[in-house]
C-alpha cells in the first residue's frame, strides 16, 4: 500500500470517527431532553393528582352545606373521574382541560360564577375553616399546576426543537424519538369567566 492509500484511508477513518461521534454525541443529547420532558410531565401529573386529590374535600365540605347546588359538584366529580382514567399525554391533557372547564364553570377557579354566589348564599361556608383551608389549598395547587405546565411546555419546546434540527432530525428518526405534544389550554380557558350576580 503507497503512502497516498494511507492518507486517504486515514482520512476516511477520521470522516468516520467524526461523524459516529457527533452522530453519538446527538443521541446523548436528545436522550437527555427527552429525559427532561418526562420529569417535567411527571410534575404535571404530579399536580393533576394533587387536584384531583383535593377536589372530594372541597366538594364534601360544600355539600354538607349547600346540597340543592349538587350538579355543580356532579360535574366536577366526573371530569376529575375521566382525568384519573386517563392513560396518554394527550388524553391527560384533554382530561385536565375539561376539569378545569367545569371547575371554572363551578366557580372554584377565576373570580365569580355560581361557586361565588353559593359562598354568598351560605355564609357560614365561608367562616368554616375547613372550607378555606381547602379553597387556599385549590388556589396555591392551581399555582402549582400553572408552574408545572410551563416548565413542561419549555422543555417539550427546547426537544422538539433539537430534535428537528438538521443533521439531529435523521438520527432522532433512526432512533426512534418523537415529538412530545405542548400542554394547550382548551378554548373555554382562553375567554375570561362570566360574573352574573342577577341569579
Do not use: H
Not at 476516511?12 to 446527538?26: E, H, K, M, N, Q
Not at 399536580?47 to 386529590?53: E, L, P, T, V, Y
Request: no cysteine; hydrophobic share 40%.
Amino acid at each position: 500500500m503507497g503512502k497516498t492509500a494511507l492518507v486517504v484511508l486515514g482520512v476516511i477513518v477520521l470522516f468516520v470517527l467524526i461523524i459516529g461521534g457527533s452522530a453519538l454525541g446527538s443521541y446523548n443529547n436528545l436522550v437527555v431532553k427527552r429525559n427532561e420532558v418526562n420529569n417535567k410531565w411527571a410534575q404535571v401529573e404530579n399536580q393533576m393528582q394533587r387536584r384531583a386529590d383535593l377536589i372530594p374535600n372541597i366538594v364534601g365540605t360544600v355539600k354538607g352545606i349547600a346540597g340543592q347546588e349538587k350538579e355543580i359538584f356532579i360535574k366536577i366529580a366526573e371530569a376529575r373521574s375521566k382525568l384519573l382514567a386517563a392513560t396518554t399525554p394527550e388524553e391527560k391533557i384533554d382530561a385536565d382541560n375539561k376539569l378545569s372547564q367545569s371547575m371554572r364553570d363551578g366557580g372554584l377557579l377565576g373570580t365569580g360564577g355560581r361557586f361565588l354566589m353559593i359562598t354568598e348564599q351560605y355564609p357560614q361556608l365561608k367562616s368554616d375553616a375547613n372550607f378555606m383551608k381547602l379553597q387556599d389549598e385549590l388556589a396555591g395547587t392551581e399555582n402549582r399546576m400553572a408552574v408545572a405546565r410551563k416548565d413542561y411546555n419549555d422543555v417539550v419546546t427546547d426537544y422538539n426543537n433539537t430534535k428537528q434540527k438538521f443533521p439531529i432530525v435523521m438520527i432522532a428518526g433512526l432512533m426512534g424519538f418523537k415529538d412530545s405534544p405542548l400542554f394547550k389550554a382548551d378554548e373555554g380557558a382562553k375567554q375570561a369567566p362570566k360574573v352574573d350576580f342577577g341569579k
